[in-house]
């Protein structure tokens, strides 16, 4: 792949509201947050801010999340504050 080229992760291609790039990449962490044996995957992108800069953002729905694990529920009270 030469440096002009987008890269591709999968099959998200470029129809997708993640805009994934070098620059700009999915970030996923893999652990066991509620340590039951259990890898809790957690994806994260690059979206703006209020202030118009790129930041780190969850893209996961929050019931999926809760139902990922209790943890979340009992440390965020909504997807806002995680």
């Known amino acids: 792949?030469?440096?002009?080229?987008?890269?591709?992760?999968?099959?998200c291609e470029k129809n997708n509201?993640?805009?994934?790039s070098k620059e700009?990449?999915?970030v996923i962490l893999a652990k066991d947050i509620d340590n039951n044996g259990s890898i809790d995957p957690l994806f994260f992108c690059y979206q703006k801010n209020l202030k118009g800069k790129e930041d780190?953002?969850?893209?996961?729905?929050w019931g999926s999340l809760i139902e990922q694990s209790r943890v979340f529920r009992q440390k965020f009270k909504s997807h806002k504050d995680f």
């Open 1 to 11: 792949m030469d440096g002009d080229q987008d890269i591709v992760v999968g099959n």
């Open 17 to 20: 509201m993640y805009k994934i």
């Open 24 to 26: 700009t990449p999915l």
């Open 56 to 61: 780190l953002y969850p893209v996961q729905f």
